[in-house]
């Protein structure tokens, strides 16, 4: 289904980013960074499992979503709906939320096994919603224009 494409893929992403870093991992895995020193710890299943769960969890939600709107929409005349320019956007704002959660996923995994450290997870997260803010406007604008030109169209007819 294209409608979920984007959360789909991060899904499968983070899938292979765990299998692949899971072997590089102490037993022990810093989790939580203050003044970019670690101070928490967890074993390195729970701390995968908590970083591949969400992920799942949002692809799950994204496909629930754009399915619920296509049955709703079943039951709209065709021409007083705008679904169809928004369901792209609908199933694929939920990778807003997995591109920051793997971007946290990288962090740790990155620290962990080589002592490396990418920049604070809220930086990228303010990035990323800015990003995803336009983008989502426009996305929104642009499907509100195209339904008032069917609407137009419809009561020229």
């Known amino acids: 289904m294209t409608h ?25 895995v810093a989790y939580h960074f203050q003044n970019g020193s670690p101070d928490r710890w967890l074993g390195r299943a729970p ?8 992920q799942a969890l949002f692809t799950l939600l994204a496909f629930g ?7 709703s929409a079943r039951y709209l005349p065709p021409e007083s709906s705008p679904m169809p320019g928004l369901l792209p956007v609908m199933g694929n704002m939920l990778a807003l939320p997995q591109v920051i959660l793997i971007f946290a996923m990288l962090d740790i995994f990155l620290y962990n096994a080589y002592q490396v450290k990418l920049m604070p997870v809220w930086v990228f997260a303010v990035i990323v919603m800015a990003l995803g803010g336009i983008i989502l406007v426009v996305f929104f604008v642009r499907t509100a224009r195209q339904f008032r030109r069917r609407q137009a169209k419809i009561l020229r007819e």
């Open 4 to 28: 979920i494409v984007l959360p789909a893929a991060i899904l499968i992403i983070s899938i292979v980013l765990a299998a692949f870093f899971y072997r590089l991992l102490p037993p022990d």
């Open 47 to 54: 701390v995968t499992a908590w970083l591949v769960v969400p």
């Open 65 to 71: 979503m754009v399915r619920t709107a296509m049955l």
